[in-house]
Nanobody, 127 residues
Framework: QVQLVESGGGLVQPGGSLRLSCAAS????????IGWFRQAPGKEPEGVSCISSNDASTYYADSVKGRFTISRDNAKKTVYLQMNSLKPEDTAVYYC????????????????????WGQGTQVTVSS
């Protein structure tokens, strides 16, 4: 029933911007924490950012802090990841995910906390 579908990836030059979208269905979006994760070929998955239930807090990995912004539009049932000042090392497949329970007000980027995952969208940063 829970479904997450990412979109918005593509090819951009270093220093450029992209906005990723995560369309959610099957649950009340604002009540659940959402995380963005990414995985590059041959690398372990890494957490990027999360937004807590009721937008109580957000968290960013040091590698993206100051460049990426997570937000959501509950009316549109969509979570966004605005990515600015992109670097080649941001190249990866980006996934959004949500947790098993509501009322998580201090989210983190432990992938084991997240149960439902989208299919991913490719982001390539290259000149």
């Amino acid at each position: 029933q829970v479904q997450l579908v990412e979109s918005g990836g593509g090819l951009v030059q270093p220093g450029g911007s992209l906005r990723l979208s995560c369309a959610a269905s099957g649950f009340t979006l604002g009540s659940y924490a959402i995380g963005w994760f990414r995985q590059a070929p041959g690398k372990e998955p890494e957490g990027v950012s999360c937004i807590s239930s009721n937008d109580a807090s957000t968290y960013y990995a040091d590698s993206v802090k100051g460049r990426f912004t997570i937000s959501r539009d509950n009316a549109k049932k969509t979570v966004y990841l605005q990515m600015n000042s992109l670097k080649p090392e941001d190249t990866a497949v980006y996934y959004c995910a949500t947790v098993k329970r509501s009322s998580w007000y201090n989210c983190n980027l432990d992938g084991h906390e997240y149960k439902y995952w989208g299919q991913g969208t490719q982001v390539t940063v290259s000149s």
